[in-house]
Nanobody, 115 residues
Framework: QVQLVESGGGLVQAGGSLRLSCAAS????????MGWYRQAPGKQRELVAT???????NYADSVKGRFTISRDIAKNTVYLQMNSLKPEDTAVYFC?????????WGQGTQVTVSS
């Protein structure tokens, strides 16, 4: 089992910044894929930014150039720096970890961007 605990969501004005954190514990290895998804009301959950098992990164086109994913391997923590936020970034952001056997999800953290 892998446990994921997110923090850092909140309310921000358009153009502002937020940083999300996700700490992993349990049966977790730094080689696991890990990253962030989001789900807006009435929409499907979508990929935001992830690290693959090989350590490369993937970004949704809608966030490229504005969001940056990073990680601290020693702390089993992944971060999402979100800059130039837009109202359409409003969603619940979920931390995700993919192992060889299962996908794990955090409880989600709300990000609200006001216009």
């Amino acid at each position: 089992q892998v446990q994921l605990v997110e923090s850092g969501g909140g309310l921000v004005q358009a153009g502002g910044s937020l940083r999300l954190s996700c700490a992993a514990s349990g049966y977790f290895f730094s080689s696991n894929a890990m990253g962030w998804y989001r789900q807006a009301p009435g929409k499907q959950r979508e990929l935001v930014a992830t690290f693959t098992r090989g350590g490369s990164t993937n970004y949704a086109d809608s966030v490229k150039g504005r969001f940056t994913i990073s990680r601290d391997i020693a702390k089993n923590t992944v971060y999402l720096q979100m800059n130039s936020l837009k109202p359409e970034d409003t969603a619940v952001y979920f931390c995700w970890c993919g192992t060889n056997y299962n996908d794990y999800w955090g409880q989600g953290t709300q990000v609200t961007v006001s216009s």
